[in-house]
């Protein structure tokens, strides 16, 4: 079992105009932004979900608070609409006033 997991592989993040890579050296998963379904801050990361399949994009990843800011509010921008609403009470606090959702 424990060669079936290896929780010390580094994994690549990688942002591009279509989406999201998350690559290692075996394995990519390309998240595109339309098939992205949750954008969720965790108090130690930032989880990026498409349906079942999630990655936890750890702190230490990002250079900063600030750099967590701008992947944060980078990600929710390009969420469809259906995936907003589900993220949006959770990335509020994020969200700089033009980026705010509309109240309906």
């Known amino acids: 079992m424990k060669a079936r997991v290896d929780f010390d592989q580094v994994v690549r993040l990688i942002q591009d105009e279509r989406g999201l890579r998350f690559a290692t050296e075996d394995t990519e998963f ?45 990600v929710y921008s390009r969420l469809n609409d259906k995936a907003r609403s589900i993220s949006e009470r959770h990335v509020r606090a994020a969200l700089g006033p033009g980026e705010q959702p509309s109240a309906a």
């Open 30 to 74: 390309y998240f595109k932004w339309r098939g992205i379904s949750q954008l969720l801050p965790v108090h130690d990361g930032v989880v990026v979900s498409h349906d079942a399949l999630f990655f936890l994009v750890p702190d230490t990843a990002f250079a900063g608070a600030g750099d967590r800011l701008a992947f944060i509010r980078e």
